[in-house]
Each structure stands twice: as C-alpha cells, then as structure tokens.
Antibody, heavy 128, light 107 residues
Framework: QVRLQESGPRLAKPSETLSLTCAVS??????????WSWIRQPAGKGPEWVGH???????DYNPSLRSRVTISVDTSKNQFSLSLSLLTAADTAVYYC????????????????????WGQGSQVTVSS | SFDLTQPPSVSVSPGQTAIITCSGD??????VSWYQQKPGQSPVVVVY???ERPSGVPERFSGSNSGSTATLTISGTQAMDEAVYYC??????????FGGGTKLTVL
C-alpha cells in the first residue's frame, strides 16, 4: 500500500515562496498511470485542488493559482514537490499530497481522476 | 464558473439512511467521487466514479449521479460514520473541484 508523507516549513512570511515535498514509499512516482497531486484545505473549509504532475512529467494547475505554482518530480528520490510563490495569508492551509488515479475500464483521462491515498497533511501558516 | 454545492449539515439516527447531495451544472455528465474526513484526519475516499467503492469501504456506502445531482447514500448509518463528507468532480479536462462539505451528525 503506497504511502505519502509531506515535509516542509510550517511557517512562511508574506511574499515569500513555499516549498513542500512529498515522499512516496511502498510505490514509485514513475510507475503506473497516476497523477501526483497537491491539495490544500483552509481551516473549516473544503479541499482546494492545487495541481498535479503525471508519471510522465505533465503538469496541470488550478487556474486561480497557475501563475504562482510549480510542481516537479524527482524520480531518483521518489518524491514530488510543490513551490508556491508570492504568499499571502490566504495561502494558510493544511497542504496534502495525494495520488490521483485517472483510468477507468482501460481508458485513461484526467476527468476520471480520484484521489487515494492522501498524506497526513502539513499545516502551513503565512504570517509576518 | 462550475461549482459543487452541498448542504452544510445532515442529521440521521443510528440505523437509518443518510443521504448527502452534491449539485452542479450537468454534474451527471461527470464522474463524481466522495471523501470522508474525520476531525484531525486526512480525507479518505468512500466512493469514486459515481458508484465504485474502494476495497475496505463498507457496503453501506453507495453513490449515484444523474442530471445535476450526485448522491452519497449511507444505509444503516453507524456512529462511526459521523464525519464531514466532500464531493469531487472534474472542473474541466485539466482541473478538479471539491464541494464545500456536509457535516453528517449521527444523533
């Protein structure tokens, strides 16, 4: 059973860049047809999809965050990372990494995506 | 823009059937997934592709999707099912959306 674990700073300052890493164990970021995803959740609110990277390196981002987000993958370390720039207080949230599956009955398409498993989450607070 | 609307709360007595809805424009033409989140924990998928149940999820969880509404049904609700439930669907070919969540209370 694949497991995901987020790591990174818990506190960041406005205007800075946040960098988080998701380590994947008991599975490989370069195998299978998966999207390796970042999802965040402000306190008391629903999750917000940030973006994902496919096993082949293709990325998609939430349109509302696209100008500030970069997701990358390091196959040698079996991990993927999130970079979010120009932070504001509105970026304060629990950040989850998750594996997205997007195949159904032999066909694969981004519209089929669902997320399992999720990491335990990393609380990030943006404050001066 | 496309939005997913869920009722903020649903209450049910133990052993009864809980129905949680998720509404969106032409939602029936998209594949919907449902997640359960208990306090202090990460979300866990209970239904994907409208009706599919991952291994390990009890049979009392089922889903449907038609028209503009997707539904998560919990039959014989147990106290352990008390949680917040989120629906999720594609916003486009390259984007994903989650609903605002429904808090299920088992009275």
């Amino acid at each position: 059973q694949v497991r995901l674990q987020e790591s990174g700073p818990r506190l960041a300052k406005p205007s800075e860049t946040l960098s988080l890493t998701c380590a994947v164990s008991d599975g490989s970021v370069s195998s299978g047809v998966y999207y390796w995803s970042w999802i965040r959740q402000p306190a008391g609110k629903g999750p917000e999809w940030v973006g994902h990277i496919s096993s082949s390196g293709t990325t998609d981002y939430n349109p509302s965050l696209r100008s500030r987000v970069t997701i990358s993958v390091d196959t040698s370390k079996n991990q993927f990372s999130l970079s979010l720039s120009l932070l504001t207080a509105a970026d304060t949230a629990v950040y989850y990494c998750a594996r997205g599956s997007y195949c159904r009955g032999g066909s694969c398409h981004a519209s089929f995506v669902w997320f399992d498993p999720w990491g335990q989450g990393s609380q990030v607070t943006v404050s001066s | 823009s496309f939005d997913l609307t869920q009722p903020p709360s649903v209450s049910v007595s133990p052993g009864q059937t809980a129905i949680i809805t998720c509404s969106g424009d032409q939602l029936g033409s998209k594949f919907v997934s449902w997640y359960q989140q208990k306090p202090g924990q990460s979300p866990v998928v209970v239904v994907y592709h409208d009706t599919e149940r991952p291994s390990g999820v009890p049979e009392r969880f089922s889903g449907s999707n038609s028209g503009s509404t997707a539904t998560l049904t919990i039959s014989g609700t147990q106290a352990m099912d008390e949680a917040v439930y989120y629906c999720q669907a594609p916003d486009s070919d390259t984007s994903v959306l989650f609903g605002g969540g429904t808090k299920l209370t088992v009275l």
